[in-house]
């Protein structure tokens, strides 16, 4: 069955930077394209961002590109999301999520469990 | 980017109730859209893509239609299951979520 773990969360101070990780099992990883998606406590989904099953291609919020990137290690079958100047409204539970079509990009069937960050001094 | 408004925000609805749920795109869109369960402290579940094609295990009573602008997610007999928020997502363009709609017990 499909899994996708997330780690990498916690406590940091604005401006700082953090690197999530979500292991997946389950399914070929490298066939799929990869997500990230957040929710600020209380509020609704955020999509971060988006990465090619292949690499090639890469796309982001506006809220978010030019500080985070995403990556992926199909060898380790891992996705990464490297936050950098981290801000207080980046305090959300992050998802990872696997899209519902091999090779293409669209949308997310699966989710993790989601990590906290909390961007606080 | 595109953006994409749910109504209502809150619906108050009873067990057996058939609930509508409306989604706009800020621009067309085709049939790039998705819905989305949530429950508290979970992640979504996937219910519905291309607009109207039930993902596999969803019950019957959920559908989906519309395309351009304008989407309905219809739960055809409210189950006790079924209080959640959900949400809308397009795809056609990057990505973007509405801001969810609660269904909550009347």
């Known amino acids: 069955q499909v899994q996708l773990v997330e780690s990498g969360g916690g406590v940091v101070q604005p401006g700082k930077s953090l690197r999530l990780s979500c292991a997946a099992s389950?399914?070929?990883?490298?066939?799929?394209?990869m997500h990230w998606v957040r929710q600020a406590p209380g509020k609704g989904l955020e999509w971060v961002a988006v990465?090619?099953?292949?690499?090639?291609?890469?796309n982001y919020a506006d809220s978010v590109k030019g500080r985070f990137t995403i990556s992926r290690d199909n060898s380790m079958n891992t996705l990464y999301l490297q936050m950098n100047s981290l801000r207080p409204e980046d305090t959300a539970v992050y998802y990872c999520?696997?899209?519902?079509?091999?090779?293409?990009?669209?949308?997310?069937?699966?989710w993790g469990q989601g990590t906290l960050v909390t961007v606080s001094s | 980017d595109i953006q994409m408004t749910q109504s209502p925000s809150t619906l108050s609805a009873s067990v057996g109730d058939r609930v509508t749920i409306t989604c706009r795109a800020s621009?067309?869109?085709?049939?790039?859209l998705a819905w989305y369960q949530q429950k508290p402290g979970k992640a979504p579940k996937f219910l519905i893509y291309?607009?109207?094609t039930l993902e596999s295990g969803v019950p019957s009573r959920f559908s989906g239609s519309g395309s351009g602008t304008e989407f309905t997610l219809t739960i055809s007999s409210l189950q006790p299951d079924d209080f959640a928020t959900y949400y809308c997502?397009?795809?056609?363009?990057?990505?973007?979520f509405g801001q969810g709609t609660k269904v909550e017990i009347k």
């Open positions: 990465i090619s099953y292949d690499e090639s291609k890469e």
């Open positions: 389950g399914f070929i990883f490298s066939n799929y394209a």
């Open positions: 291309k607009a109207s």
């Open positions: 621009q067309s869109i085709s049939t790039w």
């Open positions: 999520g696997r899209d519902s079509e091999v090779v293409f990009i669209t949308t997310v069937d699966y």
């Open positions: 997502q397009q795809y056609h363009t990057h990505s973007t």
